[in-house]
């Protein structure tokens, strides 16, 4: 049997299956009494239009904007501290306090230096006025006395000496006199004033000593607290000796990573939203501070932000995430969460058009709680399929409410 009739006997036999209504093994499936599928019933949301922020999202740490370790200019033993770790404390409050009775006989003595000083420039013992004219004080008015005496002797011997009643050697006894007076004279005013140094020498060690007793005593220069306690009481402690490290909790400096695709938009003043873990609080501030440079190595911008902490939610050291507000009421396109289908790596939404679905890719961007923004490949308005399941393109469906 040849090839050609091989063929035409195969042919015949379709023929003859086809004229007595056999059904092809490859032809759809129909339900019975010829019923066609029924479509599926679908739920549809419009995507949505939205205003909302537009925000560079970022993670760093937190920071005391200010932090300073305090030690006692002077050495001493230390009798009081009354803070501990964690002890909130104010501007100008007590922290620490040394054994005072050293200091108070150091200011007893300089006390007691400086009115000896005025007595001896005859100053009265108290006040605060150390000059005095020199010709007013006891020692030149009795060398000015000595002086006059001696002139006048000298003027006597001159008259006597050229009336020839006294020998040479009077004269020039009272001459010398006359000089030695005067050289008296001078003296006593020198030392006036060398008096009235010293008086001003003992007044800087009465100050000297009284500023030592106030140093006794260390204060706060910052509100915050106490971060770390560094000595105990009865402790003999060196001038500068660390005593306790105390840190300003209000505002805090956030230090932040900007990637370098996002610097571009970000500005000083910008508001910040700042996250910690396990606080779902978010706490508000604003970028503070932009770097002039870009990091080469990880190809970020480094900002710092000033985060309010009033109530002290937030410690220094923790691990915070940002949200940096760069534009506000930007307009976007969102659908819900479930209406969003991945595929493969792809995005997609199921459409309905004409009572059939049709696959539209998109691209998405934030997710915000339960809705997705839509960057690209969708309208607002557009219908889209809710929770689209097992669900494909091009199969028909019931649209319901």
């Not at 306090?97 to 420039?121: H, K």
């Amino acid at each position: 049997m040849t090839r050609i009739t091989l063929v035409v006997l195969a042919l015949a036999a379709v023929t003859l299956a086809g004229c007595r209504g056999e059904t092809p093994a490859t032809a759809a499936p129909q339900k019975p009494g010829g019923a066609a599928a029924k479509p599926r019933e679908v739920r549809v949301v419009p995507a949505a239009e939205e205003r909302v922020a537009r925000v560079v999202v970022a993670t760093g740490t937190l920071a005391a904007d200010d932090q300073t370790v305090l030690g006692l200019k002077v050495a001493g033993r230390l009798a009081e501290i009354p803070v501990d770790l964690g002890s909130p404390v104010r501007r100008g409050q007590v922290v620490a306090r040394l054994d005072p009775t050293d200091f108070r006989l150091q200011v007893e003595q300089a006390e007691a230096a400086l009115q000896q000083a005025r007595a001896r420039l005859g100053l009265p013992l108290e006040g605060t006025g150390d000059r005095i004219d020199p010709a007013e004080t006891a020692l030149v008015r009795q060398a000015r006395a000595v002086l006059e005496e001696a002139r006048l002797t000298r003027d006597r011997m001159v008259k006597l000496w050229e009336r020839e009643l006294i020998a040479r050697a009077q004269l020039d006894t009272a001459i010398a006199s006359l000089g030695v007076a005067e050289g008296r004279y001078q003296e006593a005013i020198e030392e006036v004033r060398n008096r009235q140094a010293i008086v001003v020498q003992r007044r800087s060690e009465l100050e000297i000593a009284r500023q030592q007793a106030a140093d006794a005593v260390l204060v706060s220069p910052i509100d915050g607290a106490v971060r770390e306690r560094h000595a105990s009481v009865g402790q003999y402690l060196a001038a500068g000796a660390p005593v306790v490290t105390v840190v300003s909790l209000h505002p805090l400096r956030l230090r932040l990573a900007v990637p370098e695709r996002d610097a571009a938009a970000v500005r000083v003043g910008q508001s910040v939203r700042v996250t910690v873990e396990g606080d779902p609080t978010a706490h508000g501030g604003r970028v503070a501070r932009l770097s002039p440079a870009i990091q080469e190595q990880t190809r970020t911008l480094m900002l710092e932000a000033e985060v309010g902490n009033e109530r002290g939610a937030l410690r220094p050291g923790a691990f915070a995430r940002a949200e940096i507000v760069t534009a506000a009421g930007e307009r976007i396109v969102t659908v819900p969460a479930s209406a969003v289908i991945v595929f493969a790596g792809l995005e997609k939404v199921l459409v309905v058009r004409d009572g059939r679905t049709l696959e539209q890719r998109v691209q998405t961007a934030r997710r915000d709680g339960g809705r997705v923004e839509i960057a690209s490949g969708l309208t607002a308005g557009e219908l889209v399929v809710a929770e689209p399941g097992n669900l494909t393109g091009g199969q028909t469906v019931t649209v319901v409410r």
